[in-house]
């Protein structure tokens, strides 16, 4: 199959390339950039005039909720989901039933994705054991099992001296250690920031130090360790400062947040709602403009979108009581984009976020479109609006704080691998 | 969802959830309304006719004594028929959820809920969720709001005191954990009153507490000094188990109202406690039974506030429509 992308705007931000630009792929790869190979003879043109091209999405943090969760979403959805919001490369969260702690389960999850033939699927495997925080996986045969690194998901992991024995462990192999930073005591029970908002509402509240403190203890333990650590969504003001002050240092840390906590605050939650409970909460406006600033400066690498499929039922309980979660992988691009024009920054460095710099984390070589490259590719109208609601996502998972909203930037055409994987329906 | 979910097209109650984001006029609309039912209590045949064949139900998820019967007097004297529901110790152990549990009750032909529940939100999550010819009334929700009983306060205090605006009023004890206070304070400050102080341990004062516009004492000796309005809150028993008090013997000690300490307020000041009371834990018996409490007069101004509150929203449709 070759394929012959025309007209478009190429975007590909680690080749440093924006130009109107042809894309040539053939057998899954990409073959050339700008101007036709010889012998070059198209199966397909995709006529992108008006549209950017830019690499597949990679996403850090997507929860497909298999093993275990089925009924709140299944592997063909939430595929279906990352897709058409141009997601070709995923990280999920080892937080399944069981949690993967096992190579088999690993292996298992590794196998139904590829053979839905869509997005990559990259798991992380369970730092400890069950994820109950005593006893660590083995985390050297689940790399070999196709891990990309080890993760605590939310679950607390309280003993420190546990933590330090797992990066050390990590750090024997050089694997990355992904940690969510919240302290277990002063989160407990928690479901919003603790702010004006939590007071109002009598809402049991996290404070921000809950993530300062634990961070503190990560980075000091980094230090100790040499693991190299990727921090997952930061919430706070006081976390970036920590996360600044480390770069500065030299400490080997990455960090991203999650899309929606780049736009929101407690304030949205407005009277308890519960599409707004989310796991970190969301903070004050004041630690919103951080996250804004700390994606604009460079000491937040990278942006989620934290998807996590919750059915209906489990949000029509009591705000602390409702699940936390939004569904997100169809929002991750039009999010990102709808910062992106609100702090001016470029496109490019925009899709940096979700393309390059998520791969540079992960330490592969994809995220980029040169020659020779595997052909995920995402074809966008970066102009169309769309409106956010439960009939236009395909994930299982429609509750988001953005339902009702009206969002730029919609996918066109998503290939992994250079086949088409993904094509909008035409519009009458 | 950003709408005041509690007031139909013509910004008139449908429910009454919290006291927050109510104009002052509704407030002193339900504080007039309520004095018209004051003598209904004093006549031979305690009930007027306004509500008649209308069925409201009591659906309680948390144990309540005090609330939940003045609520039923409040509906009886309105001739309401009034049903009665301890849920949590049916339904809800069966698993049935809050709002199938709603549902069922609304097939029954419900005209209003009262609701206590123990999650902050849930009179809300049900107001959302029922038919717009049904009225709910929030008797509590977790730390939240608790509505009638900032009203009656206000009652109370308008009736002693006549003129809010010159007030000084002081709110002491365990405001965290306490839905009475967030609605005391909201209706203090929506009826103009321009000094109200909440008095407790750091460890029982909401984080930024005085967004809510009060000022926040740690000391009850320069709290209360020159208020006109004492209210006492109930402090639960649990709270000595977690960190957040070392003993009920030093919270007496520092933050129990005494004759003493009583004596700092203005000469003529009142006090108030929503109840029930823990005698010796926040208050001294010879205040609670002394010539300033009105604490009995809430009980009973509470019922007169419940009637206003239930036949004002009975009188209100959803659409807007009288």
Known sequence: MKIHIKNGRLIDPKNHIDAQCDVFIAAGKVVAVGAMPENFTANRTIDAAGLVICPGLVDLSARLREPGYEYKATLESEMLAAVAGGVTSLVCPPDTDPPLDEPGLVEMLKHRARSLNQARVYPLGALTQKLEGERLTEMAELHDAGCIGFSHADMPLSDTLVLMRAMQYAATFGFTVWLRPQDAFLAKDGVAHDGEVASRLGLPAIPSCAESIALSAILSLARETGARIHICRLSSREGIALIRAAKMEGLPVTCDIAVHHAHLSEMDIGFFDSNCHLVPPLRSQRDRDALREGLVDGTIDAICSDHTPVDDDAKLLPFAEAEAGATGLELLLPLTLKWAKETGVSLPAAIARITSEPTRILALNNGHLGAGQPADVCIFDPERYWKVEPGSLKSQGRNTPFLGLELQGKVKYTLVEGHVVYEAPTEI | ?322
């Open chain 2, 1 to 322: 969802m950003r709408n005041n979910p509690q007031l139909n097209k013509n910004g008139e109650l449908q429910h009454l959830l919290t006291i927050e984001g109510l104009p002052a006029t509704t407030l002193r609309h339900i504080l007039d309304t309520a004095e018209t039912f004051l003598d209904v209590a004093e006549r031979e045949v305690k009930k007027v006719p306004l509500l008649q064949g209308k069925a409201i139900f009591n659906l309680f998820f948390e144990p309540s004594t005090r609330t939940r019967t003045t609520f039923e007097i409040a509906a009886k004297r309105l001739s309401a028929d009034v049903i009665n529901l301890n849920v949590g110790t049916s339904s809800q152990s069966k698993g049935e959820t809050l709002l199938d549990t709603v549902d069922n009750l609304a097939a029954m032909q419900a005209d209003m809920f009262v609701v206590r529940h123990g999650q902050s939100g849930a009179a809300h999550l049900i107001a959302r969720h029922v038919a717009p010819h049904i009225h709910v009334v929030n008797a509590g929700d977790g730390r939240h709001a608790h509505p009638t009983q900032g009203l009656l306060d206000m009652f109370t205090i308008r009736h002693y005191k006549k003129d809010l605006t010159r007030l000084r009023v002081a709110i002491v004890g365990d405001l965290l954990h306490s839905r009475v206070a967030r609605s005391q304070i909201h209706a203090l400050t929506t009826l103009g009153v321009p000094e109200v102080r909440i008095i407790g341990p750091k460890t029982l004062i909401p984080t930024c507490a005085e967004r809510m516009g009060v000022q926040v004492y740690h000391d009850m000796a320069t709290g209360l000094k020159d208020v006109d309005v004492i209210i006492m809150l109930r402090l639960q028993n649990e709270r000595m188990r977690g960190a957040l008090l070392p003993s009920a013997q030093e919270y007496f000690k520092y933050y129990g109202l005494t004759a003493e300490k009583l004596a700092l307020a203005r000469p003529d000041a009142i006090v108030m406690h929503p109840g029930p009371m823990n005698r010796g834990v926040e208050i001294e018996s010879s205040v609670a039974d002394g010539v300033q409490s009105v604490i009995l007069s809430q009980v009973t101004f509470g019922i007169a506030v419940r009637m206003a509150v239930m036949s004002i929203l009975m009188g209100n449709k959803a659409g807007g429509e009288a």
